[in-house]
């Protein structure tokens, strides 16, 4: 650490709330409170409105008496559970003739940590078995039920299962997922939920699947009306789509019907319709069929369903209890080779 700002250690915007048990510590001592530690100006206090955050990326506090050995705290109203927040009172940044710093601000934001609570937080200083109250803001991240909060066994089907408390209402809140290595927006997502929703019952946040490639994925919610986002889950998503080639033929005269996806899973099955769904036929997929080269599997039409210009349909099944449905594509015996 360096000189000249008092700064408290955060992560970013779109940061998780995740555990971080061992460098943010829970405790609840007794502490006597008084005015006279530091002093401050409320004028410029600024951590959105009346105390009510409005941004990760914009909370501060002008303030002056800080010591090497004060610590910042914040306390939930309800509990008196205090999370601690490391700052260094010498760090620095870059110190030139353009740039200049002032050494009596502290500037601040979320940190990743599972500990955060829907309500009201107090901000603190404390300097031995005292304290100071420098401010209190409103917290409004979603906060989600402890296990299975978000279930994502349905996701290529394109559901994904939410349980959580302080849903805020379409007008405040909207979902998106972005993809986990770049975290490039892919999906945008109005909120299903409302006020009403709690953890209690799921909130079904459903997408277009055909829109995502395999991959790993993150659920996002953000609160435009707040400046924040909250990472949800991440999770892995299998594409199951046609090939580029949806018809081929070998060279007995046999007809398939080719889909890309990742992997054969044991247990999978798929259903072929056709003729207005009316009829058709459906097997286990097996390895045999299935090219991990190209992730190319041939599902072999039966001379029995094979007409030209038919409407095919394909639907996997699969075992972890949903179904995937691919649409419809058209044979034409002169386009296959």
């Avoid at 998780?16 to 460098?23: P, R, Y």
């Avoid at 206090?45 to 090497?68: L, P």
């Avoid at 601000?105 to 599972?114: A, K």
């Avoid at 030209?308 to 080779?337: P, S």
Wanted: glycine share 6%; charged share 25%.
């Amino acid at each position: 650490m360096k000189s000249k700002f008092l700064y408290i250690s955060i992560l970013a915007l779109a940061s998780s709330f995740v555990a971080c048990e061992e460098e943010y510590k829970v405790d609840v001592p007794n502490y006597t409170f008084v005015d006279n530690l530091v002093t401050y100006d409320p004028a410029t206090a600024n951590i959105g409105g009346e105390f009510t955050v409005v941004s990760m990326a914009n909370f501060k506090y002008g303030i002056k008496g800080m010591q090497d050995l004060d610590e910042v705290k914040l306390r939930y109203t309800e509990t008196g559970e205090l999370m601690s927040w490391q700052w260094g009172y010498k760090y620095t940044g870059i110190v030139d003739d353009v740039r200049t710093y002032d050494k009596d601000t502290i500037v601040m934001g979320y940190n990743s940590t599972d500990q955060w609570k829907q309500g009201k937080w107090e901000l603190l200083v404390c300097r031995d078995e005292q304290a100071q109250v420098i401010g209190t803001f409103d917290c409004k991240i979603l906060k989600l039920r402890q296990e299975d909060a978000v279930v994502t066994s349905r996701v290529n089907s394109g559901v994904i299962q939410v349980y959580a408390d302080g849903w805020l209402g379409q007008n405040v809140d909207s979902l998106r997922i972005l993809d986990a290595a770049t975290r490039e927006q892919k999906i945008s997502i109005v909120s299903p939920a409302d006020e009403n929703n709690s953890s209690s019952s799921a909130v079904n946040v459903g997408f277009t699947s055909n829109l995502l490639k395999s991959g790993k994925y993150i659920l996002q919610i953000t609160r435009w009306n707040y400046g924040m986002a909250q990472d949800l889950a991440e999770f892995d998503f299998f594409s199951f789509v046609y090939s580029d080639k949806p018809f081929s033929k070998d060279e007995s005269g046999n007809y398939y019907i080719n889909i890309t996806f990742d992997e054969v899973v044991t247990g999978d099955k798929y259903a072929v319709a056709y003729r207005n769904n009316t009829k058709g036929w459906n097997a286990n997929f097996v390895t045999t069929n299935f090219d991990a080269d190209t992730q190319t599997y041939r599902i072999p039409i039966p001379s029995s369903h094979l007409k030209d210009g038919e409407n095919y349909t394909v639907q996997i099944i699969k075992k972890a209890g949903y179904n995937v449905n691919l649409g419809t594509v058209t044979l034409n015996f002169d386009d296959v080779q």
